[in-house]
């Protein structure tokens, strides 16, 4: 992650148009807004300072020559952890923006993935991030496959350049994860650093450094108990995998695509074979001496958002059924009034008072917008509605400027940066959900 810095970004012409409107401008659109629980005039505000944002934080980066998505003024990059993911979220509802954001929606989803596969280096690394004048590999930090979120964009846009690039740039760093990630050849993904799960001051990483030696992800730490066997940089893996199978079967390669499935297959059993704790119903790392790394963290939300336990497994369905029953559906752990928060209420590390940019406690915009691909598979529809209307509810009150909250009092508590992209993307991707929209995604 990155302090707060200055950038010299150029705003698209197109985004700076709608920031120069009025309010009640930026909501006059062709098609209907979501259907808001009630009249206040709070909601609607919210959504023009949704889209406001979203259109203020479409810029052109230095290190890239298209218009991309960031963060916002606190975090001013694109992440290959959540960028993509938002890029994708932001199209799947571009009908509900105004128009110069509907314009274009698509090119930005493309170029919110082109920009890391054309920075590439030629081992196969993807980059962790893109700022204005640098160009980050000094971590993994991955979570929401880049492979997927691609394969999604690509059937949205029907774009087949955009199929081509990611196959072949996502199956060299699937390459490049196993040559350089899997130092002690178990078959699952090696955690090196905190920022490698992209979750700064967890406790799950106490007193582990936050980058590589030299910015070098290729490259461990010097520290006790490294590497770890990660359960979510594993996960991604597989979710990746899987979409690389899609894509192959698109593109023809039958013989591939049966590979790419099979090597999932070989880390979801791994994942679960040894990183999963039956007694705690929970899934942690494991250092390097065979002990699991006991902090109940959002890394379980992070496993299942890749699907890894499997319906159709009468076995998987028990682990799912232990995991929220003890875990996500406990209200002493993260069934939070506000779900979910990153460390579990009752675990020991949980951290207050909550400090700023932290992942040892606060309810997490970007966890809340990954919730979508996982809940509805799970059959949790009716919990995720009400997960919905407690985030939406809260971001009406505050604005879509913070990116963390109190779990249990749904306030705010890091306000100082404004403009984030995914709290944002939270309020309209839940606003449009809650309204009935046909082409729930």
Same mark, same amino acid.
């Given at each position: 992650?990155?302090?707060?810095?200055?950038?010299?970004?150029?705003?698209?012409?197109?985004?700076?148009?709608?920031?120069?409107?009025?309010?009640?401008?930026?909501?006059?659109?062709?098609?209907?807004?979501?259907?808001?629980?009630?009249?206040?005039?709070?909601?609607?505000?919210?959504?023009?300072?949704?889209?406001?944002?979203?259109?203020?934080?479409?810029? @052109?980066?230095?290190?890239? #020559?298209?218009?991309?998505?960031?963060?916002?003024?606190?975090?001013?990059?694109?992440?290959?952890?959540?960028?993509?993911?938002?890029?994708?979220?932001?199209?799947?509802?571009?009908?509900?923006?105004?128009?110069?954001?509907?314009?274009?929606?698509?090119?930005?989803?493309?170029?919110?993935?082109?920009?890391?596969?054309?920075?590439? !280096?030629?081992?196969?690394?993807?980059?962790?991030?893109?700022?204005?004048?640098?160009?980050?590999f000094g971590q993994i930090q991955?979570?929401?496959?880049?492979?997927?979120?691609?394969?999604?964009?690509s059937r949205i846009t029907k774009?087949?350049?955009?199929?081509?690039?990611?196959?072949?740039?996502?199956?060299?760093?699937?390459?490049?994860?196993?040559?350089?990630?899997?130092?002690?050849?178990?078959?699952?993904?090696?955690?090196?650093?905190?920022?490698?799960?992209?979750?700064?001051?967890?406790?799950?990483?106490?007193?582990?450094?936050?980058?590589?030696?030299?910015?070098?992800?290729?490259?461990?730490?010097?520290?006790?108990?490294?590497?770890?066997?990660?359960?979510?940089?594993?996960?991604?893996?597989?979710?990746?995998?899987?979409?690389?199978?899609?894509?192959?079967?698109?593109?023809?390669?039958?013989?591939?695509?049966? #590979?790419?499935?099979?090597?999932?297959?070989?880390?979801?059993?791994?994942?679960?074979?040894?990183?999963?704790?039956?007694?705690?119903?929970?899934?942690?790392?494991?250092?390097?001496?065979?002990?699991?790394?006991?902090?109940?963290?959002?890394?379980?939300? !992070?496993?299942?958002?890749?699907?890894?336990?499997?319906?159709?497994?009468?076995?998987?369905?028990?682990?799912?059924?232990?995991?929220?029953?003890?875990?996500?559906?406990?209200?002493?752990?993260?069934?939070?009034?506000?779900?979910?928060?990153?460390?579990?209420?009752?675990?020991?590390?949980?951290?207050?008072?909550?400090?700023?940019?932290?992942?040892?406690?606060?309810?997490?915009?970007?966890?809340?917008?990954?919730?979508?691909?996982?809940?509805?598979?799970?059959?949790?529809?009716?919990?995720?509605?009400?997960?919905?209307?407690?985030?939406?509810?809260?971001?009406?009150?505050?604005?879509?400027?913070?990116?963390?909250?109190?779990?249990?009092?749904?306030?705010?508590?890091?306000?100082?940066?404004?403009?984030?992209?995914? @709290?944002?993307?939270?309020?309209?991707?839940? #606003?449009? !959900?809650?309204?009935?929209?046909?082409?729930?995604?």
């Amino acid at each position: 992650m990155v302090s707060r810095r200055s950038f010299m970004t150029s705003v698209v012409g197109i985004a700076a148009g709608v920031l120069t409107q009025s309010a009640p401008a930026l909501t006059d659109l062709r098609n209907p807004l979501p259907i808001f629980p009630n009249k206040d005039a709070k909601w609607k505000r919210s959504w023009d300072q949704a889209t406001a944002t979203l259109a203020g934080n479409t810029r @052109t980066l230095g290190t890239y #020559s298209h218009p991309v998505l960031i963060e916002g003024p606190g975090y001013p990059g694109v992440w290959m952890e959540c960028g993509p993911t938002e890029a994708l979220v932001n199209l799947q509802w571009k009908q509900y923006l105004p128009e110069p954001q509907r314009e274009v929606a698509d090119k930005v989803a493309i170029a919110n993935h082109m920009a890391f596969f054309e920075l590439q !280096r030629p081992d196969g690394q993807i980059p962790a991030y893109l700022w204005d004048k640098k160009v980050g590999f000094g971590q993994i930090q991955m979570v929401v496959p880049i492979a997927a979120t691609a394969w999604e964009t690509s059937r949205i846009t029907k774009n087949q350049q955009l199929l081509e690039a990611a196959y072949t740039a996502c199956s060299r760093w699937d390459a490049w994860l196993r040559r350089y990630r899997d130092t002690r050849k178990t078959g699952l993904v090696e955690g090196f650093c905190t920022y490698d799960t992209g979750q700064d001051n967890s406790p799950r990483w106490a007193g582990m450094p936050n980058d590589c030696p030299g910015e070098d992800a290729r490259v461990l730490p010097d520290a006790k108990g490294l590497p770890r066997l990660s359960p979510d940089l594993s996960a991604t893996t597989y979710g990746a995998r899987i979409a690389l199978a899609s894509m192959a079967k698109a593109l023809g390669k039958n013989s591939e695509a049966d #590979s790419w499935l099979e090597r999932a297959e070989g880390i979801r059993k791994l994942i679960v074979e040894k990183l999963y704790s039956p007694e705690d119903g929970a899934f942690y790392d494991l250092d390097s001496d065979n002990k699991f790394v006991r902090v109940r963290s959002c890394v379980i939300c !992070r496993v299942l958002g890749e699907h890894v336990l499997k319906l159709d497994s009468r076995s998987d369905r028990a682990i799912f059924e232990n995991v929220w029953e003890k875990q996500l559906h406990n209200k002493k752990a993260f069934w939070a009034p506000f779900p979910f928060p990153s460390v579990a209420l009752d675990d020991p590390t949980f951290v207050r008072p909550i400090t700023p940019n932290s992942w040892g406690g606060p309810s997490q915009a970007l966890t809340a917008l990954r919730a979508p691909r996982w809940m509805p598979y799970y059959g949790k529809s009716k919990e995720m509605e009400h997960l919905m209307r407690q985030w939406t509810a809260a971001i009406a009150n505050s604005g879509v400027d913070h990116p963390q909250m109190d779990p249990v009092t749904g306030e705010f508590t890091l306000k100082e940066w404004g403009q984030y992209s995914p @709290t944002a993307l939270v309020y309209i991707d839940f #606003s449009c !959900r809650l309204g009935g929209a046909k082409n729930l995604t």
